[in-house]
T-cell receptor
């Protein structure tokens, strides 16, 4: 099993450009998540999908949209990139419903995004 | 709201030293508690977890005990190795999500 995969690994954008970060998991997990990681701030949840067909806002959703394409795939879209969105983005998945007792999340390797 | 507070880093130790990374939480109810580790250039991996008070999670020589009375989940290891150099994150379930601490950078020198 590949686990959680993310593409691309690294991307440079100009302010105002758009892009979609792709995430896929092959563990048949129900829940999927998108986080951003910034120095000194830990991980902050952008959006999550508790099950196929549902999505919910996390802590920092502004400037982002998501699509749960099917059970395996969960994409994150930046419609008009801003320098404040320079970050490392991680996708994760879990078999249990988000926040369930003992829920364990499995993370992808991350996408490093630089917005100029 | 629910939150997780970790000791400030970075932490630098010599090989075979004793490690403690403090973690305290605020929560309504009884969250599950986790330690995740992030090696350079990689995503986070679950290190250990505890789902109820007085549970002890353990893995790879690391341990943490869920202390409800002090709302703490401190990470310990008796003898660290160079390969333990990484960023360690404490986390708790918080409603329908995980809430992470800021992370603690650990460097172990030979």
């Amino acid at each position: 099993n590949a686990g959680v995969t993310q593409t691309p690994k690294f991307q440079v954008l100009k302010t105002g450009q758009s892009m979609t970060l792709q995430c896929a998991q092959d563990m048949n997990h129900n829940s999927m998540y998108w986080y951003r990681q910034d120095p000194g701030m830990g991980l902050r949840l952008i959006y999550y999908s508790a099950s196929e067909g549902t999505t919910d806002k996390g802590e920092v959703p502004n400037g982002y949209n998501v699509s749960r394409l099917n059970k395996r795939e969960f994409s994150l879209r930046l419609e008009s990139a801003a320098p404040s969105q320079t970050s490392v983005y991680f996708c994760a998945s879990s078999v249990l419903r988000a926040g369930g007792p003992g829920e364990t999340q499995y993370f992808g390797p991350g996408t490093r995004l630089l917005v100029l | 709201g629910n939150s997780v507070t970790q000791m400030e880093g970075p932490v630098t130790l010599s090989e075979e030293a004793f490690l403690t990374i403090n973690c305290t939480y605020t929560a309504t109810g009884y969250p599950s508690l986790f330690w995740y580790v992030q090696y350079p250039g990689e995503g986070l991996q679950l290190l250990l977890k505890a789902t109820k008070a007085d549970d002890k999670g353990s893995n790879k020589g690391f341990e943490a005990t869920y202390r409800k009375e002090t709302t703490s989940f401190h990470l310990e290891k008796g003898s660290v190795q160079v390969s333990d150099s990484a960023v360690y994150f404490c986390a708790q379930t918080s409603g329908s999500r995980l809430t992470f601490g800021e992370g603690t950078q650990l460097t172990v020198n030979p």
